[in-house]
């Protein structure tokens, strides 16, 4: 967002053009006059415009007179636009200082005129402060629409700040939630593992160490192979615990390795399934992990849920949910067909 700054810069550019285009079009009004008058007749006798040197003197003065006046009008309500102080005041100001300051340069630059015509060069003082008074209008004019445009700007840009401000917390909040729960998931494994089988105890805390270096980086996006390779990492520590009330599959298409996903997703979900579905060995949970052409990864699993007691409440999910909200502006999918729970999370687009 570019922000239209009431700076002394933009007041001469302001002036600059204003006076281009003001003294433009009284040059035109001057040659259509002297053509009138010319054709038709009025005057005996009319010099051509500009033919002589005390006219080019004076539209060369009425060209640095409007820059001046436009200038220093622009200039000081700039100023005084974005000075710290009640609104109502600064409109006083700037309109009194517009007032003032038009009447002194109008005749000042009357004054110029008049000694000028000593050199030969006439101009009607009525017209003069007309002029000027114009001026003095367009420049209030312009002041408030500019101030008003950087007002709006800048009150949109700091909005924008905010949210984007607002929505790095809240993600970073949701991010740091992961590893604790994560942690405490993994101690209590561990705890019953080892009362289980040392060996298995050991091999576990490995691939838990291995697990945890990946926990640890500081990554707001990750490569879908990283994913998928602490996913497995992850689920291998599953099967150390479960044996064969739990199994996995993946049918990943390797072109999309390259894709980016958000850290953890993977393994959230696989911990869902595995948190609020029942596993026996008759009948072992299965837990698909599959990719479509369409650059979506599917998480599904069949339904066999726990009681409400001891399938916990959710959290992973919804913490998931909320962190591709805020990420990448999308919703993951949920569904619940044939017995069969799934959930759909986006890759990032191609690079």
């Avoid at 993977?266 to 992990?289: D, F, W, Y």
Wanted: hydrophobic share 45%.
């Amino acid at each position: 967002m570019v922000i239209q700054r009431l700076s002394y810069r933009n007041a001469f550019y302001i002036a600059l053009v204003f006076s281009i285009l003001f003294n433009t079009i009284l040059l035109l009004m001057f040659f259509y006059v002297r053509s009138v008058a010319i054709s038709s007749g009025a005057f005996e006798y009319v010099q051509t415009p500009i033919s002589t040197h005390s006219e080019i003197i004076q539209l060369a003065t009425n060209f640095i007179n409007t820059l001046i006046m436009s200038f220093i009008l622009c200039a000081v309500n700039f100023k005084l636009l974005t000075t710290d102080i009640k609104q109502k005041t600064r409109v006083i100001l700037v309109i009194a200082s517009t007032a003032i300051l038009t009447v002194f340069l109008s005749y000042l630059f009357a004054g110029i005129q008049l000694y000028l015509r000593d050199f030969g060069i006439w101009v009607s003082l009525r017209g003069f402060i007309m002029r000027d008074i114009f001026i003095g209008l367009f420049v209030l004019l312009i002041s408030f629409l500019m101030y008003a445009v950087t007002r709006q700007q800048q009150t949109a840009l700091e909005n924008e700040i905010l949210v984007a401000e607002n929505m790095r917390t809240r993600y970073e909040v949701l991010k740091n939630q992961v590893d604790p729960h994560f942690l405490f998931n993994s101690l209590n494994t561990l705890n019953t593992l080892i009362k289980i089988d040392v060996d298995k105890a050991q091999q576990y805390v490995q691939e838990l160490s291995l697990v945890f270096r990946y926990t640890l980086q500081n990554k707001e996006v990750i490569s879908l192979e990283e994913e998928l390779k602490f996913t497995r990492a992850y689920c291998n520590l599953m099967q150390i615990r479960y044996g064969e009330s739990l199994n996995f599959e993946y049918k990943i298409d390797a072109n999309l390795y390259g894709r980016n996903i958000i850290p953890l997703s993977l393994q959230v979900l696989v911990e869902n399934a595995i948190k609020h579905n029942v596993l026996t060995t008759r009948e072992p949970l299965i837990i698909s992990i599959i990719s479509d052409d369409k650059g979506a990864i599917s998480v599904s699993n069949s339904i066999r849920l726990k009681t409400e007691g001891e399938s916990g409440e959710g959290i992973g999910l919804i913490n998931l949910s909320e962190r591709y909200r805020l990420m990448w502006h999308k919703d993951i999918v949920i569904s619940q067909n044939n017995g069969i729970f799934c959930v759909k999370i986006f890759l990032s687009e191609q690079t």
